[in-house]
């Protein structure tokens, strides 16, 4: 609610609440000093604030500056999960069986996980969806060129794809999927234990989707594409970075691993460019 006319003749527009706020005896009372008299619109909305003050009481004012306080958190903070908490209270914006504890992982990028929560609402623009806003052009995938691209083909029966599943599937416990990838995400293993293994395992679903994505527009904006066996090895430093930026397992550790995981996907040594 505002009260832009009170504003406009009030005598001291920056005031503190302690300047309007008064306690004697007991009662508390609000009043509003103006530079000049007032009628008609703005006395109106003068006697509306005041009237909405006055079911306003503190017991004190301490002294010192004025500060914000969110009545939301025990300590008068503000934070995004109260105020989400308390946004859909009563409504059926919360969505109960969405897996937060696994698209939103502390480990990982906020971008990526931005990304894979539109995967798992099944936003990301795949042609099938782009033509379905309109545009025309011929479906056909980038990564295998023989079916129609939608987002279950792109991340789960793409030939491709499904290679480097089973290529992956060597270094990390994990299962083929062969249901959606909205129910994959839901149902992707909840260990949260705090071993390497386990933090592998949970960060492995966002680095393949998200490299399988860059792969995916790689080929359609730049004209390159990439190996089944280099896009595994690009997923497993992926994986491997994560994990030590976010202090969840040892870099020498994973430095083996992931030497390991080259010596399997790429044994010829020297560069491995993308080809065109």
Same mark, same amino acid.
């Given at each position: ?8 003749? &009030? #005598?001291? +527009? ?5 300047? /309007? ?5 007991? @009662? =508390? ?32 004012? &301490? #002294?010192? +500056? ?5 009545? /939301? ?5 503000? @934070? =995004? ?196």
């Amino acid at each position: 609610m505002e009260f832009p006319r009170v504003a406009a003749v &009030a #005598a001291s +527009p920056d005031c503190r609440i302690a300047d /309007l706020w008064s306690l004697s005896e007991g @009662s =508390s009372s609000w009043s509003i000093p103006i530079s000049h008299s007032i009628r008609g619109g703005a006395e109106v909305e003068r006697v509306s604030l005041l009237n909405l003050l006055n079911n306003v009481s503190f017991s004190s004012l &301490a #002294a010192g +500056p004025s500060r914000n306080v969110w009545e /939301l958190t025990q300590n008068g903070g503000f @934070s =995004s999960h109260s105020y989400y908490s308390e946004l859909v209270k009563g409504s059926n914006l919360a969505d109960q069986e969405f897996p937060f504890k696994i698209v939103w992982c502390p480990v990982i990028p906020p971008k990526v996980c931005s990304f894979i929560w539109t995967v798992y609402y099944r936003k990301i623009l795949t042609q099938d969806v782009l033509k379905k806003k309109g545009w025309s052009f011929p479906n056909r995938c980038a990564l295998c060129g023989c079916f129609e691209e939608s987002i279950d083909h792109l991340f789960i029966s793409c030939p491709f794809s499904r290679e480097v599943w089973f290529m992956m599937k060597a270094f990390v416990s994990i299962n083929i999927p062969t249901q959606d990838i909205s129910s994959v995400i839901k149902l992707w293993p909840r260990d949260l234990s705090q071993s390497a293994s386990s933090w592998c395992s949970r960060v492995f679903l966002h680095a393949f989707c998200w490299h399988i994505w860059l792969e995916r527009n790689r080929r359609i904006f730049k004209d390159l594409s990439a190996s089944p066996r280099m896009v595994s090895f690009l997923i497993a430093r992926c994986v491997s970075d994560w994990l030590c930026a976010g202090n969840k397992a040892d870099r020498s550790a994973t430095d083996l691993w992931l030497q390991l995981v080259r010596n399997r996907l790429l044994p010829r040594p020297g560069p491995f460019l993308l080809q065109q």
